[in-house]
């Protein structure tokens, strides 16, 4: 339970996970590293962004860099 997003599942070799979240008026980036059994850990918000593209972009900037 809690807000880890149901579509995120441990794959093999990707541990960090990063989704865009809506609360309230303000868009914001949570990341987190899966275990092997799909429990996240070092849950982290990041933001807040101003719209959606802002931070789907902030998302993808992340996912992007390497660890």
């Known amino acids: 339970m809690g807000i880890t997003p149901?579509?995120?599942?441990?794959?093999?070799?990707v541990r960090a996970h990063h989704g865009v979240l809506h609360?309230?008026?303000?868009w914001y980036v949570v990341s987190?590293?899966?275990d092997e059994n799909g429990h996240a850990d070092?849950?982290?918000l990041?933001?807040?962004y101003p719209d959606h593209d802002?931070?789907?972009?902030?998302?993808r900037r992340?996912?992007?860099k390497p660890a």
């Open 46 to 48: 990041d933001g807040p």
């Open 6 to 13: 149901k579509s995120w599942t441990a794959e093999a070799g």
């Open 23 to 26: 609360l309230g008026k303000r």
């Open 42 to 44: 070092g849950v982290r």
């Open 54 to 59: 802002s931070a789907e972009s902030e998302a």
């Open 62 to 64: 992340m996912k992007d």
């Open 32 to 34: 987190a590293e899966l």
